[in-house]
């Protein structure tokens, strides 16, 4: 029997929405007009934010479709595989190289500590992943593995917002029936006394 697990994928709690390339069922995408989009792509050994234009057109999604039905969307990027993208309205995120602390995908788990810099780290314990700067630190998600061996990867650390502060990026996958589960972290979407604010979701379900 097949898990049919079904999540709103953009939560619009801040200016931002998120995409990457993929097939996602026809309730976890928006696919909004007027946005401007930039994606984060690694050429040549640099990471750069660029202005992107991404395909987004129906297709038929092989889990919950009839034979001539076609409620899925593809995103698709020609020419370009980004790692995230970022869309919204205001134009805050500007197009050139981005600084980079860290772009080797690692599955965290409790125990572990991931140096940023000389002054910043992720410590990962039972009661979750935090986000440490000097004596200072901020809890960010969970920490934990399922069955499968899905849980909180860290995929990527540097500064999007080009504030001079740190932006993370991570796969979140609370359940094996997800694919993809991005969460992005940026500095500039940061409550008072946080380092980080949440800008926006992402969630794919495969089955």
């Known amino acids: 029997m097949k898990l049919i697990l079904l999540v709103a994928l953009t ?10 390339q ?31 234009d991404p395909f987004i ?27 995230l993208l970022l869309g919204g309205s205001s134009g805050d995120l500007s197009a050139g190289p981005v600084e980079t602390l860290f772009d080797q995908p690692v599955l965290l788990s409790a125990g572990m500590e991931v140096q940023l810099s000389d002054h910043e780290y992720l410590e990962v314990t039972e009661d979750g992943v935090f986000y440490r700067l000097g004596n200072g630190s901020q809890r960010l998600t969970d920490a934990y593995q399922n069955l499968h061996g899905e849980g909180v990867t860290l995929l990527w650390a540097g500064d999007i917002d080009r504030d001079g502060r740190t932006d993370l990026l ?3 996958r609370a359940h094996y029936a997800y694919w993809i589960f991005l969460r992005v972290f940026l500095s500039s979407e940061a409550e008072p006394g946080n380092y980080l604010g949440e800008a926006g979701e992402l969630a794919g379900v495969s089955c």
């Open 11 to 20: 939560i619009q709690v801040s200016e931002h929405s998120v995409l990457t």
């Open 57 to 83: 057109q129906r297709e038929h999604d092989p889990l919950l479709d009839g034979e001539d039905e076609a409620t899925g969307w593809r995103v698709m990027t020609p020419g370009e595989k980004p790692l």
């Open 22 to 52: 993929g097939l996602f069922h026809h309730d976890e995408i928006e696919a909004e007009q007027g946005l401007s989009w930039m994606g984060l792509c690694h050429r040549d050994g640099q990471w750069t934010l660029k202005p992107m």
């Open 170 to 172: 991570f796969d979140d």
